[in-house]
């Protein structure tokens, strides 16, 4: 089970070199977009799909985690989802970039729970939420190990709100 509220989690094998830039197509946007609205207020988490370049990660696909369970605060993805996940990536010439999940109460940073399953992570992850100020999505992305922040982009901007990441 890969959850960010239990300690049984596995350590799964690190599968992308360290990157520092989070690059969304507009496809991957919209389904983060998507995922969020048809979450709240629990939390809606998933993968991002794409593919490594040097020191980018490009997403051109969300994919929503099935069989996962998740409340206002929390999230578990089955291993067999992952599984699941993964050949679907694998099929479409694709491979599993991120993980993301959503904050309802509208706060982006990582919480206490998420910073320690992201010490244990094979991909960086990925919040997404909104404010009551703004109708706009908020993605904010965390670099594996230590959290920091990633400079995130996208190819078309609609309705989102990026928040930069830390120079490195």
Known sequence: MWSCTSRRSRRPPRLLPK?????????????????????????????????????????????????????????????????????YAEDRGLRVVALFHSHPSGDGS??????AALRHSAWPWVIVTRTCATPALIVTCYALGDGRKMAVSMDIILSMVLVPGEST
């Open 19 to 87: 990157a520092t830039t989070l690059h969304l197509l507009t496809s991957a946007g919209a389904a983060l977009a998507r995922a969020y609205d048809l979450a709240r207020p629990r939390e809606a988490c998933g993968f991002l799909l794409g593919e490594h370049r040097g020191r980018r990660i490009v997403a051109s696909e969300a994919v929503i985690a099935g069989a996962s369970s998740s409340d206002c605060d929390g999230f578990e993805i089955p291993d067999q989802e992952l599984r699941r996940v993964r050949a």
């Open 110 to 115: 990582l919480s206490a729970a998420d910073l």
